[in-house]
């Protein structure tokens, strides 16, 4: 299997453009020892735009509850050399990174810095060979689920856990009840929150997650403004 075969596989996109796979795929010391040009540099600075880009507007779409100070803190804690890497090793795109001996003796293929910046360099190739839509459906396919856990940070967003632990400490324990409307394309949910019997809050989203987490922000906030469970 080619490396572009291999590439193309990971990413979910066929490329028009041989030439841009191979471009995204050398690095500095191949090109070196190769007598070439130019390396994945410059299409890794295009892709950490079209990467920042693409975060934050899921973001922006997503998270209407959250303030632009919360939202820059989640886009920094997702878009960095440690994510980048950690999502170039599950799709196996070390192996086709075109290095210099230098760089392969050093094991270079599992460098944090190189497996992050082949990922920036590919997505600055598929912006470039088709345009910013695939690129986008890339990065959400592989960065929302490292958005989610980081939108529900325990200790910070995470307001289930938090009630949870709360009434713990009285022996209780809260439910919620689902109510879904609207189309399938388009669909609401609301949350009902019981404690015991009683109904303790109420909270909507554009998932059950995010109405859940609304109704227990409510119940949070309640518990803290009258100090009891």
Not at 42 to 59: C, I, S
Not at 87 to 102: E, F, K, N, P, V
């Amino acid at each position: 299997m080619s490396p572009r075969t291999g590439v193309e596989r990971a990413l979910g996109y066929r490329f028009e453009s041989e030439e841009l796979v191979e471009l995204a795929l050398t690095h500095r010391s191949y090109a070196a020892e190769h007598g070439l040009e130019v390396s994945y540099e410059r299409l890794e600075f295009l892709g950490d735009a079209v990467l920042q880009l693409a975060v934050t507007r899921h973001l922006y779409d997503t998270y209407d509850d959250l303030a632009e100070g919360e939202l820059a803190k989640i886009r920094a804690a997702v878009v960095n050399k440690r994510t980048l890497a950690g999502i170039a090793r599950t799709l196996g795109l070390g192996a086709s990174i075109l290095l210099g001996q230098g760089e392969e003796t050093s094991g270079g293929r599992d460098k944090d810095s190189i497996l992050a910046d082949v990922v920036e360099s590919l997505l600055g190739a598929v912006y470039l060979d088709g345009g910013y839509e695939p690129a986008s459906r890339f990065v959400l396919e592989n960065w929302v689920p490292f958005i989610e856990d980081r939108a529900a940070a325990p200790g910070r967003r995470d307001y289930k856990t938090r009630l949870q632990e709360t009434l713990a400490r009285d022996g209780l324990t809260p439910r919620y009840e689902i109510i879904e409307s609207g189309p399938d394309h388009a669909k609401a949910f609301r949350a009902d929150l019981w404690v015991d019997d009683e109904l303790r809050a109420t909270g909507e989203g554009s998932s059950k997650k995010r109405a859940e987490q609304d109704a227990a922000r409510e119940a949070t906030e309640k518990l803290d403004t009258s100090g009891r469970g």
